[in-house]
């Protein structure tokens, strides 16, 4: 059995990255990590060249992709919320998997898993939930594919703004525009996977729910 784990998350080394990896360990089965970063994938033409084949006429390297996500047992995907929504990266990168759909049907039956950061805390008022809809458009992609979506963790990420040295003067900060006038990138501060129990907890359960499902099947 061997597990694909595809993260979107642009930033090495990142909270999604470490999340991503702890599920992927938590399976006990080997496992392929893959950050999309380090690869070019445009998003689907909806052209339909795809049909006959089911292979995709893009010639880039989503092609391989796809070609991992069919020889893979189960698949978890990783990815942030810009503007409140799944991330354009991991967004290109499941489209890219619908030639694998066509008259076959590789990716049915097969486990999967969502997660998400974002920079906006769950359940709060007057702010999008971006974390929801980041979870979502990654479990009705395995939903409308015929996958059996075991989990999903939902991480607390950082406002860019953090990280610029504009962050506490503009007047368009994220982190004005969600925690207030008077917040600052000190205030706010930096968070990390690591250091949220609720989040480990639902990446080593997501793994060993994928593992279980798999062995259910043997």
């Known amino acids: 059995m061997k597990i ?67 020889e893979a047992d189960a698949l978890i995907i990783a990815g942030f919320t810009p503007y409140s ?15 694998l759909r066509h008259r076959y049907g590789f990716m049915k039956g097969k486990p999967g898993g969502a997660i998400i950061t974002s920079a906006i805390p769950k359940d709060f008022e007057m702010m999008p939930p971006a974390s929801d809809n980041g979870i979502n458009a990654i479990t009705y992609y395995m939903m409308e594919e015929g996958m059996e979506a075991v989990g999903s963790v939902r991480i607390l990420g950082n406002n860019p703004c953090v990280r610029c040295r504009f962050g506490d003067e503009c007047d368009m900060s994220g982190i004005k525009m969600t925690f207030g006038p008077d917040a600052t990138k000190e205030s706010v501060g930096i968070n990390k996977f690591e250091d949220q129990p609720e989040a480990v907890n639902a990446a080593k359960e997501l793994g060993k729910n994928i593992a279980e499902y798999l062995k259910s099947k043997e």
């Open 4 to 70: 694909l784990g595809v993260s979107g998350s642009p930033i090495k080394d990142s909270n999604a990255d470490r999340a991503l990896k702890a599920a992927l360990e938590a399976t006990g089965m080997d496992y392929e990590f893959v950050k999309l970063i380090d690869y070019t994938v445009a998003p689907c033409k909806a052209c339909l060249g795809c049909v006959k084949t089911n292979v995709c006429v893009i010639k880039d390297d989503g092609i391989a992709l796809a070609e991992k996500a069919k």
């Open 85 to 99: 929504t799944l991330d354009s990266r991991t967004k290109a990168f499941i489209e890219r998997l619908y030639p």
